[in-house]
């Protein structure tokens, strides 16, 4: 019903921000990934919105991309996934990270989201696969994902975080192997 909320942005306080239309305050949540990029106080916002009613509350849930409110209405449609738990999952991995750890199948990825354990990981690799585009993943997701998945879980299992390691591993060539993929991410991580 409501498709895009423009006006003046007049708070913020994660994950929600007032965003004043014509005098009108909307009451928006967001993904921390969306919050991050808007922009300061009283600038011009433009944020793709998602309308929830409820029995006992009209929601409405913003975003900067189309590909954030894509997600998170596929999210949704997951037997256990509310939007809550659907603003978690954008919150802590980009639309590009759970592209690749579904297409990875990887679990563990998720799990590490607050709010997701075991069960709903699995769940949510089963009923997003085929579902988030090959084009939304990151590089890894390619043919030479194995060797690339290993490099980004060696550089995590050494301390660095996942946006380091994909930061990293965008800087090598697709086809390199582990160890020497290992050995020049560390050294591009130390400069």
Do not use: C, W
């Not at 909307?26 to 600038?43: H, R």
């Amino acid at each position: 019903m409501i498709g895009r909320i423009t006006g003046t942005l007049a708070e913020k306080s994660p994950p929600l921000v007032l965003v004043d239309v014509a005098g009108v305050g909307y009451e928006i949540d967001v993904p921390m990934s969306t919050f991050y990029n808007l922009p300061a106080l009283g600038e011009r916002v433009s944020l793709l919105t998602h309308f929830v009613v409820r029995e006992d509350a009209q929601l409405l849930y913003g975003f900067l991309s189309a590909e954030e409110r894509m997600t998170f209405r596929l999210l949704v449609k997951i037997s256990g996934v509310g939007p809550r738990t659907a603003l978690a999952i954008l919150s802590g991995l980009s639309v590009a990270e759970l592209a690749q750890a579904v297409s990875l199948q990887d679990g563990g990825r998720l799990v590490k989201v607050p709010g997701i354990g075991k069960k709903t990981a699995e769940r949510l690799l089963l009923e997003l696969k085929g579902k988030l585009g090959p084009d939304l993943a990151l590089p890894a997701a390619g043919a030479a994902s194995e060797a690339q998945n290993d490099i980004v879980q060696a550089l995590m299992a050494l301390g660095y975080n996942e946006r380091e390691a994909a930061a990293a591993l965008k800087a090598l060539p697709p086809e390199i192997g582990v160890s020497e993929g290992i050995k020049r991410a560390l050294k591009a991580l130390n400069k």
